[in-house]
Nanobody, 123 residues
Framework: QVQLVESGGGLVQAGGSLRLSCAAS????????AGWFRQAPGKEREFVAA????????YYADSVKGRFTISRDNAKNTVYLQMNSLQPEDTAVYCC????????????????WGQGTQVTVSS
């Protein structure tokens, strides 16, 4: 059973940047598409970005397009989310997940999830 572990969250001022990482426990992760979701307190889980297994296609939610970049290093079994120009509304727990679907924008498109990392953006 694959395990996904996120890291890189923290507290940042508005306009700042963070880079999240999602490390998988198995090399088979490189054969799957991957995505990032976020959930703010009192809100539903929201799709953020997805990347195809070989990294040649990406897809973003409109709310982050132009600010966030998803990438992956299959040699390291790791997916990244570079977040720039962060705003208070980006505050949430960010989770990565694995999918066989493209384009996987719904929660049920994914089968394994990480525990998440907190991102807090102060104004």
């Amino acid at each position: 059973q694959v395990q996904l572990v996120e890291s890189g969250g923290g507290l940042v001022q508005a306009g700042g940047s963070l880079r999240l990482s999602c490390a998988a426990s198995e090399r088979t992760f490189s054969s799957y598409n991957a995505g990032w979701f976020r959930q703010a307190p009192g809100k539903e889980r929201e799709f953020v970005a997805a990347i195809k297994w070989n990294g040649d296609m990406t897809y973003y939610a409109d709310s982050v397009k132009g600010r966030f970049t998803i990438s992956r290093d299959n040699a390291k079994n790791t997916v990244y989310l570079q977040m720039n120009s962060l705003q208070p509304e980006d505050t949430a727990v960010y989770c990565c997940a694995r999918s066989n679907i493209w384009i996987p924008i719904r929660s049920w498109d994914y089968d394994y999830w990480g525990q998440g990392t907190q991102v807090t953006v102060s104004s």
